[in-house]
T-cell receptor, first 113, second 115 residues
Framework: TQLLEQSPQFLSIQEGENLTVYCNSS?????LQWYRQEPGEGPVLLVT?????EVKKLKRLTFQFGDARKDSSLHITAAQPGDTGLYLC?????????????FGQGTRLTINP | EAQVTQNPRYLITVTGKKLTVTCSQN?????MSWYRQDPGLGLRQIYY???????DKGDVPEGYKVSRKEKRNFPLILESPSPNQTSLYFC??????????????FGNGTRLTVT
């Protein structure tokens, strides 16, 4: 099984600050997905990155896929309390023809007003 | 509205009392899966199904059963629950698409406590 390591596991910052969270692996992934999970809800897909070096922007969130497709980062500019949540990266793994998503352990982000 | 519906949202039960958590999706997805989420361990896959009558074990299948008699439903069965199955459970579904990784649609979770 391919592993995805996320860092940091916990991050608490003040509103208005910038932050970056990382998702790393020793394996190559065909794509990586980022999800956000809010308390009491299931994870919701934010973005999928597919091409090595790809950068995608979602308002104040910038996602980058590493050139070698082994890592990804999520950068948030001017964080707001509404960004608070658990951020999960996930990548597809094919085992005996069956596709499954491997999840990182998540980064729990708290933005303080 | 496209959604994955799990029931119940909260469940407290005692050791050994059989229970079923239901999951239904209205998006005609082929792929459905169950995960448990525990602090420090992330999301771990229990079972998955690639289509009707096709199910397979995930990473932590012990103590669980599933069935896929209809495309929209994928119930999770705990025949004899134990306290170590206390967890937050998520059902998820997606279209089957090899290679690119179809995004998963998650239900809102079932918080199970086994005493």
């Amino acid at each position: 099984t391919q592993l995805l390591e996320q860092s940091p596991q916990f991050l608490s910052i003040q509103e208005g600050e910038n932050l970056t969270v990382y998702c790393n692996s020793s394996s190559v992934f065909s794509s990586l997905q980022w999800y956000r999970q809010e308390p009491g809800e299931g994870p919701v897909l934010l973005v999928t990155v597919v091409t090595g070096g790809e950068v995608k922007k979602l308002k104040r969130l910038t996602f980058q896929f590493g050139d070698a497709r082994k890592d990804s980062s999520l950068h948030i500019t001017a964080a707001q309390p509404g960004d608070t949540g658990l951020y999960l990266c996930a990548g597809p793994e094919i085992i005996q023809g069956a596709q499954k998503l491997v999840f990182g352990q998540g980064t729990r982000l708290t933005i303080n007003p | 509205e496209a959604q994955v519906t799990q029931n119940p949202r909260y469940l407290i039960t005692v050791t050994g009392k059989k229970l079923t958590v239901t999951c239904s999706q209205n998006m005609n997805h082929e792929y459905m899966s169950w995960y448990r989420q525990d602090p420090g361990l992330g999301l771990r896959q229990i079972y998955y199904s690639m289509n009707v009558e096709v199910t397979d074990k995930g990473d932590v299948p012990e103590g669980y059963k599933v069935s896929r008699k209809e495309k929209r439903n994928f119930p999770l069965i705990l025949e004899s629950p134990s306290p170590n199955q206390t967890s937050l459970y998520f059902c998820a579904s997606s279209f089957l698409r090899q290679g690119a990784g179809s995004p998963l649609h998650f239900g809102n979770g079932t918080r199970l406590t086994v005493t």
